[in-house]
């Protein structure tokens, strides 16, 4: 699903218009439409009390649409108007007018307005302000809106939640905190970074009949990662292959202490499908890889508690290297020392990482053949400090041009960035917020990458993997008492998950014969 920009959607709107032939109040009357047939699919018949708070901008205009409609048919609805310029748009001026005909005068709300009375038990929608939103709002605003969100009515917002900015940085409690928002056409991306995801709980994408061949040959500026798009990147295996088919990844990590880092990672590679596993840790990593991980084949360094020489006479497809490895001076000098040498695909992660930041001289070495996945603290050592989410993605944007690698920050909406092209991941839960489960991803894409998936399809089908694995252990175990080996364990549970089609029910004649 795409992610557009601002502008993006303001010329599928403008592009719309003129290919089909229609007016801009049309188009408004189309998505006010959708968004009452969705209002009214979850209402039924209810009295509940609907507050609609309408701006005098477009947004206000789709609340109006949706308010007119929410009339006609019985519900019971109060409309106001906050009233917060005298610019008032076109198309909301027609609604405006169309309300009225209806013999439905809405509340005016100015600067000197009393604050009007929610209960707890009302809805209110949220059609103040849209997404070209782009400064503060008045101070008479900012209490009307405090006032809805300590209302505890159930909110609803038409786009995006009021006040939120789309493409820049939204200053905390300035903003609607919907439970629900009613997206247009795309999904917004700041439903999914830190800092803006919280405006809005739960959100749903209402199509409002946007020109689908704009759409389709527009570069977005992100794609959301669902199960569809997980699917399109999905090899399904052949009959007669073998496991020298499906790759050998080499795994190196693990040091004094942290042997379980590598062992949890190695682990996650064979589950995803790599053919072999070999793994390649300090000596007091052997015996507990040996009996943990049969399947695996394991090289040891010749130091007892660290790397500190990397050396293997396997060929490896792909090589996953840093859970677990620790930042001893010789094991930063072997680590220098296997970048210079190495021409196979990687996956680095952890104190791998970590290296890579102290050293930035050593990025070189890896232009155009790796995938680095860090999470934030790591990513700031990478990348730099940066003041919102909006300049982090640039930051990556920017980094990952440079130096012709893939990057991904770990969070709720995992996030991978390959050059200009962004992709959102829709799977995961709190519960993965745990000690283990990145080295397990880092597992994940070295098998996918050890089968001869792109770099790229590797690390966002990696990404959906390990958070559908962790959606399906979550059932089980809870938020809190999820583990990384859960996800690991239920890594093949997402793969039937993701390839799974719903059969159509049998006739009772079939299941008779």
Same mark, same amino acid.
């Given at each position: 699903?795409?992610?557009?920009?601002?502008?993006? %959607?303001?010329?599928?709107?403008?592009?719309?218009?003129?290919?089909?032939?229609? $007016?801009?109040?049309?188009?408004?009357?189309?998505?006010?439409?959708?968004?009452?047939?969705?209002?009214?699919?979850?209402?039924?018949?209810?009295?509940?009390? &609907?507050?609609?708070?309408?701006?005098?901008?477009?947004?206000?205009?789709?609340?109006?649409? &949706?308010?007119? !409609?929410?009339?006609?048919?019985?519900?019971?609805? #109060?409309?106001?108007?906050?009233?917060?310029?005298?610019?008032? *748009?076109?198309?909301?001026?027609?609604?405006?007018?169309?309300?009225?005909?209806?013999?439905?005068?809405?509340?005016?709300?100015?600067?000197?307005?009393?604050?009007?009375?929610?209960? /707890?038990?009302? =809805?209110? =929608?949220?059609?103040?302000?849209?997404?070209?939103?782009?400064?503060? $709002?008045?101070?008479?605003?900012?209490?009307?809106?405090?006032? %809805?969100?300590?209302?505890?009515?159930?909110?609803?917002?038409?786009?995006?939640?009021?006040?939120?900015?789309?493409?820049?940085?939204?200053?905390? /409690?300035?903003?609607?905190?919907?439970? !629900? #928002?009613?997206?247009?056409?795309?999904?917004?991306?700041?439903?999914?970074?830190?800092?803006?995801?919280?405006?809005?709980? !739960?959100?749903?994408?209402?199509?409002? /009949?946007?020109?689908?061949?704009?759409?389709?040959?527009?570069?977005?500026?992100?794609?959301?990662?669902?199960?569809?798009?997980?699917?399109?990147?999905?090899?399904?295996?052949?009959?007669? $292959?073998?496991?020298?088919?499906?790759?050998?990844?080499?795994?190196?990590?693990?040091?004094?202490?942290?042997?379980?880092? =590598?062992?949890? *990672? $190695?682990?996650?590679?064979?589950?995803?499908?790599?053919?072999?596993?070999?793994?390649?840790?300090?000596?007091?990593? !052997?015996?507990?890889?040996?009996?943990?991980?049969?399947?695996?084949?394991?090289?040891?360094?010749?130091?007892?508690?660290?790397?500190?020489?990397?050396?293997?006479?396997?060929?490896?497809?792909?090589?996953?290297?840093?859970?677990?490895?620790?930042?001893?001076?010789?094991?930063?000098?072997?680590?220098?020392?296997?970048?210079?040498?190495?021409?196979?695909?990687?996956?680095?992660?952890?104190?791998?990482?970590?290296?890579?930041?102290?050293?930035?001289?050593?990025?070189?070495?890896?232009?155009?053949?790796? %995938?680095?996945?860090?999470?934030?603290?790591?990513?700031?050592?990478? %990348?730099?400090?940066?003041?919102?989410?909006?300049?982090?993605?640039?930051?990556?944007?920017?980094?990952?041009?440079?130096?012709?690698? =893939?990057?991904?920050?770990?969070?709720?909406?995992?996030?991978?960035?390959?050059?200009?092209?962004?992709?959102?991941?829709? #799977?995961?839960?709190?519960?993965?917020?745990?000690?283990?489960?990145?080295?397990?991803?880092?597992?994940?894409?070295?098998?996918?990458?050890?089968?001869?998936?792109?770099?790229?399809?590797?690390?966002?089908?990696?990404?959906?993997?390990?958070?559908?694995?962790? @959606?399906?252990?979550?059932?089980?175990?809870?938020?809190?008492?999820?583990?990384? #080996? @859960?996800?690991?364990?239920?890594?093949?549970?997402?793969?039937?998950?993701?390839?799974?089609?719903?059969?159509?029910?049998?006739?009772?004649?079939?299941?008779?014969?």
């Amino acid at each position: 699903m795409k992610i557009f920009s601002l502008n993006q %959607i303001r010329q599928a709107d403008e592009f719309t218009i003129e290919r089909q032939n229609i $007016s801009s109040e049309q188009l408004m009357e189309r998505a006010g439409k959708k968004a009452f047939d969705w209002i009214q699919s979850q209402l039924g018949d209810s009295k509940v009390g &609907i507050h609609i708070f309408c701006g005098v901008g477009n947004n206000g205009g789709d609340g109006l649409v &949706i308010a007119r !409609y929410l009339v006609q048919s019985g519900y019971n609805v #109060t409309i106001h108007v906050v009233n917060f310029s005298d610019q008032r *748009s076109e198309d909301f001026l027609t609604n405006f007018d169309r309300i009225k005909e209806i013999d439905i005068w809405p509340h005016l709300l100015s600067e000197n307005s009393e604050l009007p009375e929610i209960s /707890g038990r009302d =809805i209110v =929608i949220d059609a103040i302000f849209g997404i070209g939103f782009n400064r503060p $709002s008045s101070h008479w605003v900012a209490t009307l809106i405090t006032h %809805i969100n300590q209302s505890k009515a159930f909110v609803l917002s038409i786009d995006i939640p009021s006040g939120v900015f789309m493409e820049k940085a939204t200053k905390k /409690g300035a903003a609607i905190y919907a439970d !629900y #928002t009613l997206s247009f056409q795309f999904p917004k991306i700041i439903f999914f970074l830190p800092s803006t995801g919280g405006y809005t709980k !739960y959100w749903q994408v209402l199509d409002i /009949g946007l020109d689908p061949e704009f759409i389709q040959k527009q570069k977005p500026l992100g794609e959301y990662i669902g199960k569809f798009q997980a699917l399109q990147r999905y090899r399904p295996r052949d009959k007669y $292959s073998h496991k020298g088919t499906f790759g050998h990844a080499l795994m190196i990590g693990g040091s004094y202490g942290k042997i379980g880092a =590598i062992l949890m *990672s $190695s682990e996650a590679t064979l589950h995803a499908g790599a053919g072999l596993v070999s793994v390649f840790t300090p000596k007091c990593g !052997y015996q507990v890889i040996q009996s943990s991980l049969p399947e695996a084949m394991v090289i040891t360094d010749s130091h007892q508690e660290h790397i500190q020489h990397i050396h293997y006479i396997v060929d490896p497809t792909v090589i996953g290297i840093g859970p677990g490895m620790g930042m001893h001076p010789n094991t930063v000098a072997a680590f220098t020392s296997f970048l210079k040498q190495n021409d196979k695909p990687l996956v680095i992660d952890a104190d791998g990482l970590n290296i890579l930041a102290e050293n930035p001289e050593l990025l070189e070495y890896i232009k155009g053949n790796a %995938i680095l996945t860090p999470h934030p603290k790591e990513l700031e050592r990478l %990348i730099g400090s940066w003041s919102d989410d909006f300049e982090k993605l640039d930051k990556m944007k920017a980094f990952s041009n440079k130096y012709q690698l =893939i990057i991904l920050v770990k969070g709720a909406h995992t996030i991978t960035v390959f050059q200009d092209q962004m992709y959102v991941n829709a #799977t995961g839960n709190p519960g993965m917020a745990t000690a283990g489960s990145g080295d397990v991803l880092t597992g994940l894409i070295s098998g996918l990458v050890a089968q001869g998936y792109p770099l790229l399809d590797a690390t966002v089908l990696g990404v959906y993997i390990h958070g559908s694995a962790g @959606d399906l252990a979550v059932e089980r175990s809870g938020v809190e008492a999820l583990t990384a #080996t @859960d996800i690991i364990d239920f890594t093949g549970d997402a793969f039937l998950e993701l390839i799974r089609v719903n059969e159509p029910k049998a006739s009772s004649t079939n299941q008779n014969q």
